[in-house]
């Protein structure tokens, strides 16, 4: 029985923190439909979270790679006085991007809605994809 409560709990503060995430992370980024995104990018720093081969597949035209596994040791790249619009192939990792930068001081944070399978502008092609 003593085991069941302790499997409850678990559960309730998983819910908790997974519910904590989620509201802090719709505080921090504001997602911007393709539209809205295409009318603000150009003056921000664009930055595709996605890693380099499914960046040099296809991304946004004018923006830079720093894949979310890199993000904490090239936060150097990025200035906090400008907006920065994120993006990554649907949206997950742009939003765990976001808490990153928020930790670190930048307060203007958006991401494309939907991420890059969503984008119908631009975009630029480096080499074929292997995969």
């Known amino acids: ?63 830079r790679n720093i894949p979310l596994t890199q993000l904490k040791q090239r936060l150097t790249e990025l200035r906090n006085d400008k907006p920065v619009y994120l993006y990554c192939q649907n949206g997950s990792r742009s939003m765990r991007a976001a808490l990153i930068l928020d930790k670190k001081g930048y307060k203007d944070l958006y991401q494309l809605q939907g991420g890059y399978k969503k984008w119908t502008g631009k975009i630029k092609k480096t080499k074929k994809l292997d995969y």
């Open 1 to 63: 029985m003593t085991e069941l409560y302790i499997l409850i709990g678990i559960l309730i503060a998983f819910i908790l923190f997974t519910v904590y995430r989620y509201f802090k992370q719709k505080r921090i980024l504001k997602s911007l439909t393709d539209k809205e995104f295409r009318e603000g990018y150009r003056k921000a720093q664009l930055i595709d979270v996605r890693e380099p081969k499914e960046y040099d597949g296809g991304h946004i035209l004018g923006a």
